[in-house]
Structures are given as structure tokens and as C-alpha cells.
């Protein structure tokens, strides 16, 4: 079992910055892969950004530049480093832990179990 905790969203202009963490907590597999993925109002879930148990991080096109993802392991802790803002970054985000996953493109994938957490909501006003 996993349990997962985000924090550090709030409001920001456009052009400024967020850090976003997600505390892990629980029983973890040595290999893994998280994910960041944010959800906009009457919009799908999309993936952000990935990093798995290798190191080995993805982005997806939109933030390619302006976020970067990395994890701290003596902290069970994942980041999520957001600069330039934009208002349509303007989203819930979540962090997600795939067990038993890896890397994949964008994506994780393989694994047999996704924890969820439950969200933190960043906006952007321009």
C-alpha cells in the first residue's frame, strides 16, 4: 500500500513559479515509475511529466522547458518544478505511483497497481 500527498499549489501570474510535492508514504516496490498529471475543467487527465526508478524522466510537449521533475528518495518525496507559467497550465494536479512500472516515451508503463493522490489545484491568471 502507497499512500500519496501533494502540496505546494496555489495561484500564480502568468510567467511565475510552483514547486509541487508529493510525499510517499508506505510499502514501495524498487521498481517504479511516477507521474505527474493534471486535469483542466471539462478537459481529459493528461500526463505531465515522468520519472522512473531509473532516473529517467519524460515531458510532455506542452511543458517541455518550463517544468522539470526529479525525486528526492531519502525523502520519499516526487517534484514537480513549474516556471513561466502559463493560464492554461491552469489544472488540478495529481501524482501518480505505478508499482512494478518503468519509462516508456511520455508514459509509464507495465506495473500491476496505480496509487493516486488526491490533488492539488494550481491557477494561472494572466
Known amino acids: 500500500q502507497v499512500q500519496l500527498q501533494e502540496s505546494g499549489g496555489g495561484s500564480v501570474q502568468a510567467g511565475g513559479s510552483l514547486r509541487l510535492s508529493c510525499a510517499a508514504s508506505?510499502?514501495?516496490?524498487?521498481?517504479?515509475?511516477m507521474a505527474w498529471f493534471r486535469q483542466a475543467p471539462g478537459k481529459e487527465r493528461e500526463g505531465v511529466a515522468r520519472?522512473?526508478?531509473?532516473?529517467?524522466?519524460s515531458y510532455a510537449d506542452s511543458v517541455k522547458g518550463r517544468f522539470t521533475i526529479s525525486q528526492d528518495n531519502a525523502k520519499n518525496t516526487l517534484y514537480l518544478q513549474m516556471d513561466s507559467l502559463k493560464p492554461e497550465d491552469t489544472a488540478m494536479y495529481s501524482c501518480a505511483f505505478l508499482r512494478g512500472g518503468w519509462g516508456y516515451g511520455e508514459h509509464c508503463r507495465g506495473g500491476d497497481l496505480t496509487y493516486w493522490g488526491q490533488g492539488t489545484q494550481v491557477t494561472v491568471s494572466s
Open positions: 520519472i522512473d526508478s531509473n532516473g529517467s524522466t
Open positions: 508506505g510499502y514501495f516496490s524498487s521498481t517504479y515509475c
